[in-house]
Structures are given as C-alpha cells and as structure tokens.
C-alpha cells in the first residue's frame, strides 16, 4: 500500500516543474550579495511581509535564533508561549547561542493572550534578569495551526511594546494564517521588529525561510547568519525554488485547509479520538487519543497500514495536510484508520 505521510507539511518533494526552475537558476556568491536569484527572492519576499527588508536562511530556526540574538540581550528573558517552538523543538538555542532565558506564559488555547503579557515581564528589579523580547508564533504549531486574527494580534503587540520588548514573529506558517483570515501576510506583520516566514513547510520548498525586518536590522541580520555558519554561496538553485513556491503553492494552501478539516471531521466520528473539528483552521490537526493507550502507541498502529502521524506527547497525535495529500488521499488515510477501531 502507498504510505499516507501526514507527519509534517515539511515532508513534501519538489515538483518536476519546481526542479526544472531550480536547474536553470542565475546564481552568484551569495556572500558577496552577488547572487540575483537571492536578491530577488529577498525582495520578492520584504515586499510581501510588508517589512523593508528580508533575508535568506537555510533554516526556520536560524531566522528566529538571529531574531532574538538581535531583539535580545545575554542575561535578559525571552517572553513566548509554552510549548513554543523556540522553546521545544531548537535545542535550547537562545541559551547557547545568545544567553537568553525562556519565560513561558501558560494559556488558555495554546496562544497568547493581551493580558498575561504583563505578568509574565520580570520586575525592574535589580534581582531578576529583564525581559527583553516577546515571541509570537502564528499559526501557533502545537496549539493545533491555530491562527491569531488581527484583532488579537494586535492587542498582544501592544502589551508588549507597553513593557518595552522587542517583538519577534516565528511565521514558519505565517501564510496559511493569511489564507485561513483571507488577508494579505503583510497585514499580519504590524508592529513586529522581525519575522521569520517558512519556505519549506506549506508552500513546498525543499530548504529555506526568510528573516524579515527594517533595513538596518536586516544588515545586522546578515552578519549574525555568518557567525552561525548560514553564509552560503550559490544558493540561488535554492532561492529559485522559494520564488517558484511563492508563485505556485500559495493560492492553494486553501486545499490543506479544507484537507485538514475533512480529516477532523472523520476522525471525530470515530469512536477512539477527542478532537473539535471547530478549531481547525489551518492545515493542522492535533487529536487527543483514548485514555486507554498512548500517543506512541496509536502512531505505531496506524505506520502498520501506511498512515503515518506523529506524537507530540503521550496523549496527543498531529497530522500535518500539505501539498503531497490531496482529498482523496486523507479519505483513504480515514478509511484505514476507521478499520482499525
Ligand atoms: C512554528 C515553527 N517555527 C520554526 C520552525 C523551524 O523551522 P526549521 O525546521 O526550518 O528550522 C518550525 C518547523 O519545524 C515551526 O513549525
């Protein structure tokens, strides 16, 4: 049987049409700013985040690690929601790299809200290390691709500029949040300091995101991604891959959207897990399983008829929909599921 992989919008393959652009990419040394491929990737993607500036990293945790190495300062705390990527899933990261300390907010739907901004700032007290930055990812991964709309995002920016902190977005999915509220990304990126937006999640490119920010940020950014060992040269085979996933996969996260809810919505008829197909509102699916096994132990069921899922913890699996399922394919993954129940 054709395995049915729903572990990560990150496991899509380049398409021959993308490939094909990749091979004939104009390239140069990027470390010279002498690729034009990157360059206009850069400014293709400035342009659409609204900042005035962007720049190429191979990976999503380089562009948030330079976002807080810049907003952030050794000895001082990082303000983000628990279960946070910069938290969970970058090693540690801010620690190692920049001397920065974690300060979870605990919330009510995996997201920040206004009002638990202030609390969560230490005092300016000389025995507690300040807080210097405010991380807000959107759609918020492990609270199931939740998305924060504009109302709410601005009220959590606001209450951290009222406290001083410089304000970072973690975007890797920034896009289908602007698809999921039908608004351009760049009405999302208001009032933040800095953004890192995917390229290699929903909209299919095989390596790459982007730090966005203001000109003079930006200059500092492309310093920082040297000293962490991001310089790259010709990168434009890459850059070219970003531009075609812009051009092509954008429009279509919409089908993810829609691919992700039919799998909530058949999984919530099935008798072994707890999910809200209400709260899907992107490509993301987090479901809650019987209390009788584990999370583990489920996704070694379903890997055993071609359906594979992941476990964030022991009680919780998170399917990811992208541009390698379609309709019928989360209609077969339900079906094999159903049979096993
Ligand atoms: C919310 C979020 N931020 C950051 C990243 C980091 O991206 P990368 O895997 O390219 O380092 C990811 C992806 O894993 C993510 O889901």
């Not at 938290?87 to 300060?103: C, F, I, K, N, T």
């Not at 410089?166 to 300091?193: C, E, K, M, Q, Y």
Request: with cysteine; proline share 4%.
């Amino acid at each position: 049987v054709k395995t049915i992989d729903l572990r990560s919008d990150t496991v899509t393959k380049p398409s021959a049409a993308m490939r094909q652009a990749m091979v004939t990419a104009e390239v140069g040394d990027d470390v010279y700013g002498e690729d034009p491929t990157v360059l206009r990737l850069e400014e293709r993607v400035a342009e659409i985040t609204g900042f005035e500036a962007s720049l190429f990293v191979p990976t999503g945790t380089m562009g948030n690690q330079i976002g807080l190495h810049l907003l952030g300062r050794a000895g001082t705390e990082v303000v983000c929601a628990e279960k946070s990527h910069v938290v969970d899933y970058e090693l540690a990261a801010m620690a190692v790299l920049s001397g920065l300390l974690p300060r979870t907010v605990q919330t009510v739907d995996g997201m920040l809200a206004p009002g638990e901004i202030a609390g969560a700032v230490a005092p300016d007290v000389v025995y507690r290390a300040p807080s210097t930055v405010l991380v807000i990812e959107n759609t918020a991964n492990m609270a199931g691709g939740r998305v924060y709309g504009q109302e709410r995002l601005a009220a959590v920016i606001e209450a951290g500029r009222a406290e001083g902190l410089g304000i970072h977005l973690d975007g890797a999915r920034l896009w289908n949040a602007a698809i999921a509220l039908g608004v351009p990304p760049a009405s999302l990126t208001v009032g933040f300091d800095s953004a890192m937006v995917g390229l290699s999640k929903g909209l299919g490119a095989p390596v790459g995101s982007m730090f966005c920010a203001s000109e003079a940020l930006v200059a500092e950014a492309r310093r920082a991604r040297k000293r962490f060992g991001g310089g790259m040269r010709q990168v434009g085979i890459l850059a070219e891959a970003g531009l075609f996933a812009l051009a092509h996969n954008y429009e279509r996260l919409v089908e993810d959207h829609a691919a992700a809810r039919q799998l909530a919505h058949g999984l919530a008829e099935l008798p072994r897990f707890e999910i809200d197909p209400e709260t899907v509102e992107t490509n993301i699916v987090v479901a809650k399983v019987p209390r009788e096994t584990t999370a583990p132990e489920v996704v070694g069921a379903f890997e055993a008829v071609g359906v594979l899922a992941g476990a964030i913890d022991r009680e919780h699996l998170r399917f990811v929909t992208h541009l390698d399922v379609d309709r019928s394919a989360v209609e077969e993954a339900l079906d094999r599921i159903s049979a096993l129940s």
